[in-house]
T-cell receptor, first 117, second 113 residues
Framework: EAGVTQFPSHSVIEKGQTVTLRCDPI?????LYWYRRVMGKEIKFLLHFVKESKQDESGMPNNRFLAERTGGTYSTLKVQPAELEDSGVYFC???????????????FGQGTRLTVV | AQTVTQSQPEMSVQEAETVTLSCTYD???????LFWYKQPPSRQMILVIR??????QNATENRFSVNFQKAAKSFSLKISDSQLGDAAMYFCAYSIRDDKIIFGKGTRLHILP
């Protein structure tokens, strides 16, 4: 079974440009999460999808970030325009059930390392 | 606010020895979950072990075990018989049901051959 996959693995863009990150969750997982780790800091929650709906987007830094989840399958996270402070590793995770009940586990992708220069 | 604190940015342990990574957290919730995640150089985040707060018994997964002290809000990870493949960044994390995961800053663990 394929795990959570993220594209690209690494992106270098100039300040002011647009970048779109993609996450393909494990098939059948309704929950999809985006997280970000800025160098040397905690991994911070960005938002949570349940199927195609945004359940919680309280962690989105500002309106330069736009997340979508088409048809409740893959998700994209667009940064437009990118700023230097957006550099970091963006992780996606998916889980089957809402919450962490029983043996529910969140599976993470390898992350996308975004560098804004 | 819920926070997770890992006071050891880096640690080293000799191969085959035992090491303990510290973690404390702050929450007003009574029902929650605690996790240790491992991130090797491949960057894939892997769940190492999970503990439900309502369970008094400490979770164990092979060479990995936790010391969960609910009153002290402490959740340390013990790795026994350390192996070279254990070298990674380890993140302590917390979650309440139906909610996001809150992570600590991580502890980088080096295994010395």
């Amino acid at each position: 079974e394929a795990g959570v996959t993220q594209f690209p693995s690494h992106s270098v863009i100039e300040k002011g440009q647009t970048v779109t990150l993609r996450c393909d969750p494990i098939s059948g997982h309704d929950n999809l999460y985006w997280y970000r780790r800025v160098m040397g800091k905690e991994i911070k929650f960005l938002l949570h999808f349940v199927k195609e709906s945004k359940q919680d987007e309280s962690g989105m830094p500002n309106n330069r970030f736009l997340a979508e989840r088409t048809g409740g399958t893959y998700s994209t996270l667009k940064v437009q325009p990118a700023e230097l402070e957006d550099s970091g590793v963006y992780f996606c995770a998916s889980s089957q059930d809402v919450g962490w009940k029983g043996n529910t586990e969140a599976f993470f992708g390898q992350g996308t390392r975004l560098t804004v220069v | 606010a819920q926070t997770v604190t890992q006071s050891q940015p880096e640690m080293s342990v000799q191969e085959a020895e035992t090491v303990t990574l510290s973690c404390t957290y702050d929450t007003s919730e009574s029902d929650y979950y605690l996790f240790w995640y491992k991130q090797p150089p491949s960057r894939q985040m892997i769940l190492v072990i999970r503990q439900e707060a309502y369970k008094q018994q400490n979770a164990t997964e092979n060479r990995f075990s936790v010391n969960f002290q609910k009153a002290a809000k402490s959740f340390s990870l013990k790795i026994s018989d350390s192996q070279l493949g254990d070298a990674a960044m380890y993140f302590c994390a917390y979650s309440i049901r139906d909610d996001k995961i809150i992570f600590g800053k991580g502890t980088r663990l080096h295994i010395l051959p």
